[in-house]
């Protein structure tokens, strides 16, 4: 089955990472459903106003990301797949390292996404899970006199491994995508008073917290801890209209 899509020409620089984003789209959005298959290389090369080349240079990065499979001897072009969770993380970063969002938007999203992760790790993890988050506590404890990328990589760990013990595999994704938009600020704020780790300690302290409130299964302590914290640590970055937003969205105003 062949689905009818009209394209644009692709810009002359970088052309077949043009065609590769124009192409993900499409079958992200379901312009193309899996099974269908995408149009010749001829038909590809006419719409893009592309060579034959650059297609092929397109589609070999499309079925590297486990998009798109081809299929030899048959009319048309390469098969769609079904997306993995590797390539909605992967598109999802790339959706926000490239889309005009302000830090409001960053940590709106970020709390909701902790706070939902954490409540649902306080029901849902096992034993080996909490045993995974208290040796991510331990590494942080350890790394507060290391560099700042250090220190972000160990807290990073621990809040893997709430975001796993969700088990929603949908707020992993997020999660790994919102931290990396997040993590200059995380390393510049844990670095604006060299020789000082009291914001390092801070960052123990409460997660220590959550993952007490994570380990007696208490789903709206953990919640509540997740989302205020994130709050606490980054309001002083937005503006006064902002901060105001955030107080009210968390019932503090």
Known sequence: MTSSHSFTAASPVYTYQRIVEQIEHA????????????????????QFGVSRPTVREALRVLQ??????????????????????????????????????????????????????????????TDAELELMREAIDRMRDAADADAPDFADADLAFHERVWEASGNQILALSGHAVWGALRGLLQRDAERSPGDNSVKLESVRIDSGLFEAIERRDAAEAGRIA?????????????????????????RA
């Not at 379901?30 to 001829?42: A, D, M, N, T």
């Not at 499979?69 to 769609?80: A, D, K, L, Q, S």
């Not at 830090?103 to 902790?114: F, G, N, P, S, V």
Request: proline share 7%.
């Open 27 to 46: 079958i992200l959005s379901g312009e193309f459903p899996v099974g269908s298959q995408l149009p010749s290389e001829r038909d590809l090369m006419g």
């Open 64 to 125: 590297s990301m486990g998009l798109l499979e081809p299929r030899p001897g048959t009319r048309g072009g390469p098969v769609v797949l079904a997306p993995s969770p590797d390539t909605l993380g992967r598109s999802f970063r790339t959706m926000l390292g490239t889309a005009s969002l302000d830090l409001a938007e960053l940590l709106q999203y970020r709390i909701i996404l902790d706070g939902s992760a954490s409540e649902l790790a306080a029901i849902r993890h």
């Open 227 to 251: 989302r205020t914290a994130l709050a606490d640590r980054f309001s002083s970055m937005l503006s006064e209209a902002d901060q105001q937003s955030l107080e009210r969205f968390l019932g």
